[in-house]
């Protein structure tokens, strides 16, 4: 019975039919890992027909780890008051994206705690000063939770924020703040955060101003099988709505040094990990680019991942500080990215935030 359900499933997917919840869900859970893996790269193919994986040089600093929102998942932020905080200001930002600029950053994504002590002029004049200092760098910034913070300091709707954020030069928004998109979820790990349904709000506005943004999951806590299928889809039904995504990045928790280290130390391994990515693949049907997360999986599960649905490498982040607070540390260079690329059989090409090719390499 499975297998002939499967075969029925594989049947929609080549002949580019959309895949139902229940179908999504029995992909996770019961189809063999080679086979999924064969018939996301298929799809990857047919969307991509050519042997490239882009990736980016990006960076990836933090402008305060002074947050209010105590989720259960984090290990960077510190609360207001505590010896390790820091505000950095505009200038001291602008010294720090210098470095990786000089590095060759094309793209800065910059994120930071939910710190309500900050004024709403700080981040227009952050974005003011960013964009005057390096017009040619793709400003990426700030969570959907973020943008949410700063309506509430500011007195405004969150499009209006991100209308300011528009006219003072940026293009695109990351999709952090995500974890799963599912109340049930959110309320046990970041009851404190955004709902679903005011994320989703968040990026639809990006959307209708003309910004692109990705979508992220973050996976291995205390999701189920049924929240995952459940964030593939509400995020697939928000595509529909302006095709505003360019990306998914799923990406596996790491609980060191979190609220939820005591009660969980153990992390999904690769082989889940893969199985969400094809499935991601297959499903969200309308979304263009599926990211290897080899900075959270490591970099023979990014390489893998290229046959498993994934047409991009994601970034080499020059500077990253979230998850090495929680004991994650992954570097790479633009070399090795380029060398790991050739070795899983595909040409190296460099691009932007907003997936314009900007070389083969």
Known sequence: ?????????????????????????????????????????????????????????????NYTNACTTDCQFC????????????VHSVPDMITI????VDQGATTLLLQGGHNPAIPYSYYLEMVEGLHAEFPTLALHLWSASEVHQMAEVAGKTTGEVLQDMWDRGQRSMPGGGAEVLTDRVKKR??????????????????????????????????????????????????QDEHQGFTAFV???????????????????????????????????????????????????????????????FGGTLIEERVLAAADHHNRTSTDEVKAIIRESGFTPTQRTTLYEVLGTL
């Open 189 to 238: 790990i970041s009851p404190k955060k955004i709902t679903t349904a005011q994320w989703l709000d968040v990026h639809r506005e990006a959307h209708r101003i003309g910004m692109k943004t990705t979508t992220t999951m973050m996976y291995g806590h205390v999701e189920s099988d049924e929240d995952i299928i459940e964030h593939l889809d509400v995020c697939r039904r928000l």
């Open 1 to 61: 019975m499975a297998h002939t359900l499967a075969d029925n499933v594989g049947a929609k997917v080549l002949d580019g039919v959309r895949l139902t919840p229940e179908e999504g869900l029995f992909l996770l859970r019961e189809a063999e890992m080679l086979d999924l893996g064969n018939l996301a790269h298929h799809v990857r193919m047919q969307k991509h027909p050519h042997d490239r994986v882009t990736f980016v040089i990006d960076t990836n600093p």
């Open 97 to 100: 994206v210098r470095r990786a």
């Open 250 to 312: 799923p990406w596996s928790f790491k609980p060191s040094n979190t609220l939820m280290m005591p009660k969980q130390t153990a992390t999904a391994g690769p082989a889940r990990y893969l199985k969400i990515l094809a499935v991601s693949r297959l499903y969200l049907d309308n979304i263009p680019h599926i990211q290897a997360s080899w900075f959270s999986e490591g970099k023979k599960t990014g390489q893998i991942a290229l046959h498993f649905g994934a047409d991009d």
């Open 75 to 86: 290990a960077f932020y510190r609360k207001p008051g505590h010896a390790d905080v820091y």
